[in-house]
């Protein structure tokens, strides 16, 4: 498992892409203290979102895409989901590499209840 794509020699791909991170609900609850979590149980879920770009323009692209989930309910048969909502931090630049890579993170988070 990496943390950026590579290619068939293992160099870092040098494009425009956005990185998925996260798996899996982040916390689990019954809304009640004192319950056993399972998997039917409401779950909160948080993605970490990476833009990366040369160009710091095709970063904000790119995150003008992620902006556009704000709102909209996943879509889970047998649950009811919460809207997105999505937080930004600040545009990065990776200076350690030549050319160096420009990138912005964003967490996406919703909730799924039981249906």
């Given at each position: 498992?990496?943390?950026?794509?590579?290619?068939?020699?293992?160099?870092?791909?040098?494009?425009?892409?956005?990185?998925?991170?996260?798996?899996?609900?982040?916390?689990?609850?019954?809304?009640?203290?004192?319950?056993?979590?399972?998997?039917?149980?409401?779950a909160e879920?948080?993605?970490?979102v990476?833009?990366?770009?040369?160009?710091?323009?095709?970063?904000?692209?790119?995150?003008?895409?992620?902006l556009?989930?704000?709102?909209?309910?996943?879509?889970?048969?047998?649950?009811?989901a919460?809207?997105?909502?999505?937080?930004?931090?600040?545009?990065?630049?990776?200076?350690?590499?030549?050319?160096?890579?420009?990138?912005?993170d964003?967490?996406?988070?919703?909730?799924?209840?039981?249906?």
């Amino acid at each position: 498992m990496r943390d950026a794509p590579t290619d068939d020699k293992g160099e870092v791909v040098r494009a425009d892409y956005v990185v998925l991170y996260g798996a899996g609900p982040d916390e689990l609850t019954d809304g009640r203290y004192g319950t056993i979590p399972r998997p039917d149980s409401d779950a909160e879920y948080e993605f970490c979102v990476r833009g990366v770009s040369d160009d710091p323009g095709v970063v904000r692209l790119l995150m003008e895409k992620v902006l556009l989930t704000v709102g909209r309910k996943p879509v889970v048969p047998g649950r009811r989901a919460d809207p997105v909502t999505v937080s930004f931090e600040k545009a990065k630049v990776d200076n350690s590499v030549s050319p160096p890579l420009h990138f912005q993170d964003a967490w996406l988070k919703f909730t799924s209840r039981r249906g």
